[in-house]
């Protein structure tokens, strides 16, 4: 029998460990992906915890998935053996649920996710819906690719449905995994980008990123900075830490929107007059197949790259260790 190499979470709260498992077949509507490259992403964290609904286990983490389709199963006509493809947080939806009527597709009440719900891509190969796919372009490389099916594609989301106009102020506060993809993406989109981290260590990496301004949320006074700016249109809350996030607030230009990304742990500190001229507060989270295509597309178009790090898949338990403890640099990739 066919066997692979896969790294698996064999309970909540267990380690990593290195199994040999069966290859396993695609069904109907499935494809079997030869993992290329599998980025490891904050939220595999709460997957392996077992922290989110429908988990069940053992677990093979990773939503960030490339590689070439090596099987094919009944009835996918879209897709072909040795195309280049990726699978992100977002494994299939139902079709019948009233948000999969009405198109919205991530909110699927029945949705299935991979690396929770489902085995991901810490793997030789995974089995994905072939309504989850994402094509890749060419002059995208899989290293480069996998980070995209998760926080390319939650900022690239979140930042053409912010509502700002090009060349308007939008901001970005945090710049590891996320924030460092959401500032090459708004510049690129045509925002007056400001970039918003702790101390001024990062100012020089802001700007080679193409940042047009940079705020030290430790020692400048933030909202007065965004409005000497216009007010920002949008501020992206990409990190884990709530720190700066009310001062962004009054930021914000009187209809502009704070939109998080990261999840914190701690409420946000909020009063009701900070928003009550129109301001908003919501959130974005990943996306489809297609609009992870869309968000590669974009990339490749306009130089938009991930800074990763690449590990082996035995080596997956120190690659998870440097992510958590926030000292990768900046995303990391396995490759199988
Ligand atoms: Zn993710
Ligand atoms: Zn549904």
């Known amino acids: 029998m066919a066997t692979m190499r896969a790294v698996q979470v064999a309970k909540p709260g267990g ?3 290195l199994v040999t498992r069966p290859l396993p077949e ?9 993992v290329a490259a599998c980025g490891i992403c904050h939220s595999d964290a709460a997957a392996m915890d077992g922290h989110l609904p429908g988990q069940t286990w053992p677990i093979v983490p990773g939503h960030e998935i490339v590689g070439a389709i090596d099987a094919i199963g009944f ?15 977002f494994a299939s939806q139902c079709g019948q649920c009233e948000r999969c009527r009405r198109g919205d597709f991530v909110a699927c009440r029945n949705r299935s996710i991979h690396g929770v719900t489902r085995d991901g891509g ?11 796919l994402a094509a890749i372009p060419d002059d995208l490389s899989d290293i480069d690719a996998a980070p995209m099916l998760c926080a390319g594609v939650t900022t690239y989301n979140a930042l053409r449905r912010c509502g700002a106009r090009p060349g308007a102020t939008v901001a970005i506060v945090g710049l590891g995994g996320l924030g460092h993809l959401a500032l090459q993406f708004a510049v690129k989109m045509g925002y007056r980008a400001v970039a918003i981290a702790r101390g001024g260590a990062k100012a020089a990496f802001a700007e080679e990123l193409g940042a047009h301004a940079y ?19 949008a501020v992206l809350a990409t990190g884990t830490g709530i720190d700066g996030l009310a001062a962004a607030i009054n930021g914000l230009t009187s209809d502009g929107r704070l939109i998080m990304l990261g999840v914190p742990r701690e409420p946000l500190p909020v009063y009701a007059f900070q928003v009550l001229y129109g301001r908003a507060i919501t959130g974005s989270a990943g996306g489809t197949g297609i609009e992870s295509e869309d968000t590669m597309r ?13 590990y082996p898949l035995d080596k997956a338990p120190e690659a998870f260790a440097r992510m958590m403890a926030g000292a990768a640099r900046l995303r990391v990739v396995l490759v199988p």
């Open 122 to 132: 810490y793997a030789e190969a995974v089995i994905a819906e072939a309504t989850a």
């Open 215 to 233: 705020i030290d949320s430790t020692a400048d006074d933030v909202a007065a900075r965004l409005q000497a700016l216009g007010g920002a249109q």
């Open 298 to 310: 974009f990339a490749a178009l306009t130089g938009v790259r991930p800074v990763i790090e690449t």
């Open 26 to 34: 695609p069904g109907p509507g499935q494809v079997r992906i030869r």
């Open 15 to 17: 380690p990593l460990e």
């Open 75 to 89: 009835g996918v006509t879209a897709w072909r053996i040795g195309q280049r493809v990726g699978a992100g947080w």
